[in-house]
């Protein structure tokens, strides 16, 4: 089965070129798509040399998403955070799970670095969650088969809880199957805004989630608490919460991101 990476980006010009590099080494049978969202600091750019194809998209993760996977050549659709790092068998664990015809698409366990006792109970209830009530965000890495991506509408375009969205509608599909394997993520926005009450905040935006609170009103929750928590208001705090369409951008877990 061959299959498609897309990783969504915007103004990640630090670390993307390594982290292209990554992809290609240990995943290097897939294709690798860069969707990027406007990003201002040569990004896009860095891309090219290093991803089979750079597209770039309206600014918002879910747009960035689907407009990699209408590019797309595999028949398996990976996405993937520019932030993450993947393993060796990575790969093989997907192509393994989908080669039951009842499983529709999946995710990874996750893990936080650095190593923090708060990131650690956050992975053990997260995995949990994923377990028990079928909710993931988009940062345990996400696949699926193309048709049922292209069946479902891809993600919902929403600047909030998109890839909550598009698991809960994948499901709904056929099996989802979060495999054993892990994949690890950046703290470094839960670092920014202070990782225990990131950490509390977002298991309550969670729990609201689950309960079907609507989403227009958790998004004015979450817009509160990043200005709150980034206080004074960078300029990219700004951009990210201004009310311009944007997504969300979150820490990891419970998250919008």
Known sequence: ??????VPVLNEAPIIT??????????????IIVADGGSDDGSSELCRNFA???????????????????????A???????????TWTSLAAIESALHDTRVVGGCFRLEIVPTRWIYRVRDVIGNFCVDWFRVAL????????????LRIGGYPEFPLLEDAEFYRKLKQCGEVRQLREKIQ?????????????TVCFYGFIMTLYVMRVPLPFLEKIVRWYVVR??????A???????????????PHAPSAE
């Open 1 to 6: 089965m061959t299959v498609s990476i897309i």
């Open 18 to 31: 390594g982290f292209l590099r990554h992809l290609s080494e240990l995943a290097p049978r897939a294709e």
């Open 52 to 74: 089979d194809s750079v597209v770039i998209a309206p600014t918002g993760r879910a747009k960035q998403m689907n407009a990699g996977a209408r590019i797309a050549n595999g």
């Open 76 to 86: 398996i659709l990976w996405f993937v955070h520019a932030d993450s790092r993947i």
């Open 138 to 149: 988009g940062d345990r890495g996400f696949f699926c088969r193309r048709d049922v991506f």
């Open 185 to 197: 993520t950046s703290a470094r926005r839960y670092e920014r805004l202070g990782p225990v009450a």
């Open 229 to 234: 928590a980034s206080d004074p208001p960078s």
């Open 236 to 250: 990219s705090t700004t951009a990210r919460t201004g009310q311009t369409g944007r997504s969300i951008h979150l």
